[in-house]
């Protein structure tokens, strides 16, 4: 069965870094597509990055420029590297797979196994 682990996240200032990690099992990171999704108190759930078998990422306006997906085969981790923090970064993040090829859409519905979550809250 697919497990995604979340780790990575804590409180950071506005301005800082956080790295976050996703440890999948059951699941070969790399073979299609993986995205990070973040969720605050109130609000729908909404994608961050995506990336594909093929390298290929995706990423919300919001996080284009100072968030980076990436992913390691070998270790079968999924990476989330979030520079220049806002407080409109905090929520809850997930890590998410589906393995299906084509375009990684940044939409809840396109990813079948999700992680449990890790906070992150950026203060001003």
């Known amino acids: 069965q697919v497990q995604l682990v979340e780790s990575g996240g804590g409180s950071v200032q506005a301005g800082g870094s956080l790295r976050l990690s996703c440890r999948a099992s059951?699941?070969?990171?790399?073979?299609?597509?993986m995205g990070w999704f973040r969720q605050s108190p109130g609000a729908e759930r909404e994608g961050v990055a995506s990336?594909?078998?093929?390298?290929?990422?995706n990423y919300a306006d919001s996080v284009k420029g100072r968030f980076t997906i990436s992913q390691d085969s070998a270790k079968n981790m999924l990476y989330l590297q979030m520079n220049d923090l806002k407080p409109e970064d905090t929520g809850l993040y997930y890590c998410?797979?589906?393995?299906?090829?084509?375009?990684?859409?940044?939409?809840?519905?396109?990813?079948?196994?999700w992680g449990q979550g890790t906070q992150v809250t950026v203060s001003s």
């Open positions: 990336v594909g078998s093929d390298g290929t990422t």
């Open positions: 059951g699941y070969t990171v790399g073979s299609a597509c």
């Open positions: 998410a797979a589906v393995p299906a090829s084509g375009t990684c859409h940044l939409t809840v519905d396109h990813y079948n196994y």
